[in-house]
């Protein structure tokens, strides 16, 4: 199924099978393609070919013309209906795939050959096991990594973002010359180690994707999900310990939709109507004379603060979705059913359709440029779901723009019937104030070209989608109502404390565990947070563990409920992910900012001194967003309460931010869920409650 790029047969089923624990675990053979005509399976991309002849597409300014692939759709493997109870095997190997016909090929790593990974199909309750086999290696060994990392230095002591965002650029291991940069240092020694993790699902822990337990390559990994979830969309992706960034930018990640009758009862747009849309940024390479090599580039803008050298998370100025740059695809003039991923490493994307019909528009503009917003069809997406399944109704999104962070699935309906005869561009808007300066970002992820006939199309937009979401509460009382009116007396609570870049001299942002403290501290002791509490008092709260090997704190009886306060104290904005089950968020609240941070966090102290004030009602939470979720965009000066029930499964768990730079570096702690008899045993264990 894969073709690697010196031609040497890919680690597989031999090795493979002189492993003890393999089982009878088949290999992938049964692999529907969804589309048939235009669009054509990635894997068919191995092979080196663009897929179908390239279109004309529109300038970008960037070296590349948009629109000249079409969209693919990944192969399908549908779990529930051919497997039975054999576990699947899915390998990850490298392949060579094409990004866009103007570029050479490219090495990727993949699961099964394909950019993006099948997508895996299965039904609500019922089991699906996975045997998850790294096999990327070839006969020298491990692999290393597709792509260099460089960064760019500071321009004399400033953050060079404009430099790091254009294209091109290689390592100056690889030669010299103007483009050529450092490349950050070991990243040249990593070989291949993977851990698969299944964003979404509630599955025991050491299915779930242990950051530490990584696998070399021909070993296997066999992991359960039991799928007792409402229909939605989740996606796998890798998860090792420290060099994850690196791993899903090379390629590994890939939906996994979980069905179920309610779902089924919706009858939603499916088939042809029915797409998968994994966006993701990327830079590419360029050799001495400025041309595109076909290699991707991991450029990040270098930073340096008092002598520590740090880097800002990659982004790039070129927009993949399903592994196309650029790509386009003709639509019916009908209902589709759009199905979102930002799979970017760290750009927070703000989705909205533009209308581009005979090139209006379709010139790169700030997205503060009237002519750029003019072209915004404000009621084109209807949010109909989150990470976490269906919201109770139909939901567009304030101003017709959704805004994603790394992570965060959206399922979307479109009505292409009535934008009959139009050509429609998803755009991110996030950021395209770039674009005012050639050689940056640019807009665009896609382009839709809506067919001019009328297509007769039954499906109406159900006025109720899913009589099973409640809208959870926390009562002034201290009791939670959650689903059926069900009432909750006892619940715990975590604290979560995100501090910006560069407090006491750290490179990156932190995120503290933190935990109530009774009585007074010394007003100038570091690493102390107050804050004025309503009735007059003040919340205490010191860290008790900042790095992930710091000891847990964090432990949850199985089926405790949790109410989750992440409080951000200043610097980027943060899409934080919690692991094994779904959330709601409560209450947003927001401290006012000045220059992006919480005036009265003092960066020498890395604590407030006087206590912050009581914060004001924060961004209003919408329907979109009070859906069931485990990723949600956390912004400077926020503090967020989100309540999840911890039920259903037992284990290590993780939780993050999902920039995964920031992840990998300082912003990703564990936490424990034990059943409750076995919790009374174990020593030391915490977690407030009242
Ligand atoms: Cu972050």
Redesign the pocket.
């Known amino acids: 199924m894969s073709t690697t790029e010196n031609d040497t047969p890919p680690v597989g089923s031999q090795q493979y099978e002189n492993l003890a624990h393999t089982g009878s675990a088949p290999p992938i053979d049964v692999i529907d393609v969804p589309g048939h005509g235009e669009e054509r399976r990635s894997s068919e991309r191995d092979r080196g070919e663009p897929h179908g002849a390239a279109l004309p597409g529109v300038d970008s300014g960037l070296g590349l013309r948009k629109f000249v692939d079409r969209l693919t759709q990944p192969p399908i493997i549908r779990a529930w209906r051919r497997f039975g109870e054999q576990p699947i095997r899915i390998r990850a190997e490298e392949a060579v795939v094409r990004l866009h016909a103007g570029l050479p090929r490219t090495r990727v790593w993949t699961y099964e050959g394909c950019m993006p990974a099948p997508t895996i199909e299965v039904r609500s309750g019922r089991e699906v096991r996975i045997d998850w086999e790294n096999g990327l290696a070839d006969r020298r060994g491990p692999l290393h990594l597709p792509f260099d990392v460089v960064r760019v230095p500071p321009n004399a002591g400033v953050t060079d973002f404009v430099r790091a965002l254009q294209p091109g650029g290689r390592s100056n291991a690889r030669g010299g010359g103007d483009d050529a940069y450092p490349p950050l240092a070991n990243t040249q020694d990593i070989t291949a180690a993977t851990v698969v993790h299944m964003h979404g699902a509630l599955t025991d822990g050491h299915n779930d994707g242990w950051a530490h337990n990584v696998a070399l390559p021909g070993n296997v990994t066999r992991c359960a999900y039991p799928n007792a979830q409402s229909a939605r969309t989740l996606w796998y992706h890798d998860h090792a310990m420290a060099v994850t960034r690196f791993n899903v930018h090379a390629g590994l990640a890939g939906f996994y939709l979980i069905r179920d009758e309610v779902e089924d009862a919706l009858d939603l747009p499916r088939g042809d109507e029915e797409l998968v849309l994994a966006v993701a940024d990327r830079n590419l390479e360029t050799d001495e004379k400025g041309r595109f090599t076909g290699r991707i580039l991991y450029k990040q803008a270098g930073t340096v603060q008092n002598g520590i050298a740090g880097e800002i998370?990659v982004t790039g100025p070129f927009t993949m979705v399903n592994g196309t740059i650029w790509p386009t695809k003709n639509v019916d003039a009908r209902w589709h059913r759009l199905r979102l991923l930002n799979a970017s490493n760290?750009r927070v994307m703000r989705f909205a359709l533009h209308d581009t019909t005979d090139g209006h528009g379709q010139a790169p503009l700030p997205s503060n440029d009237p002519a750029f917003t003019a072209t915004r069809i404000a009621d084109a997406l209807v949010v109909i779901g989150t990470d976490g399944g269906f919201l109770g109704k139909p939901s567009p999104p304030a101003d017709g723009v959704l805004e994603m962070g790394p992570g965060e699935r959206a399922d979307v309906l479109v009505d292409f019937g009535a934008l009959r005869g139009r050509t429609v561009e998803l755009r991110n808007e996030n950021n395209t104030v770039l674009n005012a300066r050639p050689g940056q970002s640019e807009a665009s992820a896609m382009q839709f070209v809506v067919d001019r006939r009328q297509v007769r199309d039954p499906f109406r937009l159900p006025r109720v989608l899913d009589a099973r979401y409640a809208r959870w509460t926390h009562r002034s009382d201290g009791v939670l109502e959650v689903d059926g009116g069900r009432l909750v007396d006892h619940h715990e609570h975590a604290w979560i404390g995100?501090v910006p870049p560069r407090v006491r001299g750290a490179a990156h942002?932190e995120?503290w565990e933190l935990k109530e403290v009774e009585g007074d501290v010394p007003a100038d002791t570091p690493d102390v947070i107050r804050i004025a509490t309503q009735d007059g008092g003040v919340t205490t709260l010191r860290p008790v563990a900042k790095l992930f090997d710091d000891t847990v704190t964090l432990r949850f009886g199985e089926g405790d409920w949790a109410v989750w306060n992440i409080v951000h104290l200043g610097?980027?904005?943060?899409?934080?992910h919690i692991h094994m089950t779904d959330f709601q968020m409560l209450t947003r609240r927001q401290w006012p900012l000045t220059n992006g941070n919480v005036p009265g966090f003092d960066m020498t102290l890395g604590a407030t001194p006087t206590p912050l004030p009581v914060p004001s009602a924060g961004r209003p939470i919408d329907a979109i967003t009070a859906g069931r979720k485990d990723t949600w965009v956390v912004k400077p000066g926020e503090w967020v309460s989100i309540l999840g029930e911890l039920a259903g499964a037992t284990g290590s768990f993780m939780y993050?931010?999902?920039?995964l730079?920031?992840?990998d570096h300082t912003?990703m702690r564990p936490f424990v869920v034990l059943p409750k008899p076995l919790l009374a045993f174990h020593a030391g264990h915490g977690g407030g409650h009242h």
């Open positions: 998370p760290s995100v942002p995120m610097g980027p904005e943060h899409p934080m993050h931010c999902h920039i730079d920031h992840e912003m």
